[in-house]
T-cell receptor
Framework: GAVVSQHPSRVICKSGTSVKIECRSL??????MFWYRQFPKQSLMLMATSNEGSKATYEQGVEKDKFLINHASLTLSTLTVTSAHPEDSSFYIC????????????FGPGTRLTVL | AQSVSQHNHHVILSEAASLELGCNYSYGGTVNLFWYVQYPGQHLQLLLKYFSGDPLVKGIKGFEAEFIKSKFSFNLRKPSVQWSDTAEYFCAVTITGGGNKLTFGTGTQLKVEL
């Protein structure tokens, strides 16, 4: 099946710093990638849709200037958490699909961000 | 906007027991339906999906789900669970023309005891 990787798997940073998370589709080209946030014991909440070659579209309530998304190629999307604060600590998960009406998304293993 | 509800938050079963996890969605149009599983410490994996056709869908590891349009439901079933089925199960939907954005239910934590 399709494989999606994320890097890093775990990151700890100081408050005020920025953190970049990479999401890669390893064996397929992903025209669309999605970024989710998962709080402990809760479901995944969609943050934004990353479109290759165009601007990301953000869900309501998600600050686009805080969560910068770049989809530079058909296999790579990055999420940068700028000026991170402790409340940004969470589990960030990406998914990737090949597009189309009957698309199936494949999920990365997630990145655990801890902001001190 | 569409939403997904999973009625059971925690389920505990003994091995060989039958499983049924409820999933209901609210949306008046055409939907695509998914069940994902997240084993402890692992990433989300697709169990099965429904786009069209036969409303009874068979997935991996002996799981199946039935789409009942009149009830807006997509319940997950397995006749006989194993200890290795201990995981969190998420129901999700996308809507036709919605850009493949998944809306997830809150998840059901399944624990299978020996």
């Amino acid at each position: 099946g399709a494989v999606v990787s994320q890097h890093p798997s775990r990151v700890i940073c100081k408050s005020g710093t920025s953190v970049k998370i990479e999401c890669r589709s390893l064996d397929f080209q992903a025209t669309t990638m999605f970024w989710y946030r998962q709080f402990p014991k809760q479901s995944l909440m969609l943050m934004a849709t990353s479109n290759e070659g165009s601007k990301a579209t953000y869900e309501q309530g998600v600050e686009k200037d805080k969560f910068l998304i770049n989809h530079a190629s058909l296999t790579l999307s990055t999420l940068t958490v700028t000026s991170a604060h402790p409340e940004d600590s969470s589990f960030y998960i990406c998914s990737a699909g090949t597009g189309g009406g009957t698309d199936t998304q494949y999920f990365g293993p997630g990145t655990r961000l801890t902001v001190l | 906007a569409q939403s997904v509800s999973q009625h059971n938050h925690h389920v505990i079963l003994s091995e060989a027991a039958s499983l049924e996890l409820g999933c209901n969605y609210s949306y008046g149009g055409t939907v695509n339906l998914f069940w994902y599983v997240q084993y402890p410490g692992q990433h989300l994996q697709l169990l099965l999906k429904y786009f069209s056709g036969d409303p009874l869908v068979k997935g991996i590891k002996g799981f199946e789900a039935e789409f009942i349009k009149s009830k807006f439901s997509f319940n997950l079933r397995k006749p006989s669970v194993q200890w290795s089925d201990t995981a969190e199960y998420f129901c999700a939907v996308t809507i036709t023309g919605g850009g493949n954005k998944l809306t997830f239910g809150t998840g059901t934590q399944l624990k299978v005891e020996l």
